[in-house]
T-cell receptor
Framework: DGGITQSPKYLFRKEGQNVTLSCEQN?????MYWYRQDPGQGLRLIYY???????QKGDIAEGYSVSREKKESFPLTVTSAQKNPTAFYLC??????????????FGPGTRLTVL | AQKVTQAQTEISVVEKEDVTLDCVYE???????LFWYKQPPSGELVFLIR??????QNEISGRYSWNFQKSTSSFNFTITASQVVDSAVYFC??????????????FGKGMKLTVNP
């Protein structure tokens, strides 16, 4: 079954702790993305990666870090520098189709709560 | 800069009613892509449709239809004969061509649809 998996589904963190959210895809997609969703809001881009060992900041990268050591994996670390980390985090991946457009497919999400 | 506006934040209908979700976008680029995603209560975003800026044909897929009008920068989504399973948050999004198969999506704030039995 091809798809995107995220773990854990729910995550609780104490203030001052770093936590890492996992994202894995077996779709053979080149690009991967991390979004943050707050209640009643759309999704905002945190980081994205077009190829292995390369990634770019999105609109709200402060307080977050990523790595892309393997094509299938794009973990996101929420650091203690992120002042308001409680949110729903969604990972996505995409590859360019025959028409030149890329469609992003999403994982099930991780809900992070800071206690 | 790109922007997507979903003016309706929440709609409640009774089953079998038709409902239209509005989406207005802003971009100065001539090549762009428009998307609709569905987010059920489980949280995962489900891809529904992608439209290229050079293809203004309307599309119908079962009970779903999309009306793309470049003249008004709108990409509206209609659900015919709504069902309870259609209850979800619906997002409209816009992207521009990017390098290597990656394109950043700009999302609207979403519209929560509740279909009551």
């Amino acid at each position: 079954d091809g798809g995107i998996t995220q773990s854990p589904k729910y995550l609780f963190r104490k203030e001052g702790q770093n936590v890492t959210l996992s994202c894995e895809q077996n779709l053979n997609h080149d690009a991967m993305y991390w979004y943050r969703q707050d209640p009643g809001q759309g999704l905002r881009l945190i980081y994205y990666s077009q190829i292995v060992n390369d990634f770019q900041k999105g609109d709200i990268a402060e307080g977050y870090s990523v790595s892309r050591e393997k094509k299938e994996s794009f973990p996101l670390t929420v650091t203690s520098a992120q002042k308001n980390p409680t949110a729903f985090y969604l990972c996505a991946s995409s590859t360019r189709g025959p028409t030149g457009a890329a469609t992003q497919y999403f994982g099930p999400g991780t809900r992070l709560t800071v206690l | 800069a790109q922007k997507v506006t979903q003016a309706q934040t929440e709609i409640s209908v009774v089953e079998k009613e038709d409902v239209t979700l509005d989406c207005v976008y802003e971009t100065r680029d001539t090549t762009y892509y428009l998307f609709w995603y569905k987010q059920p209560p489980s949280g995962e975003l489900v891809f529904l449709i992608r439209r290229n800026s050079f293809d203004e044909q309307n599309e119908i897929s079962g009970r779903y239809s999309w009306n793309f009008q470049k003249s008004t920068s709108s990409f509206n989504f209609t659900i015919t004969a709504s069902q309870v399973v259609d209850s979800a948050v619906y997002f409209c999004a816009l992207s521009l061509p990017g390098r290597g198969g990656s394109e950043k999506l700009v999302f609207g704030k979403g519209m929560k649809l509740t279909v009551n039995p």
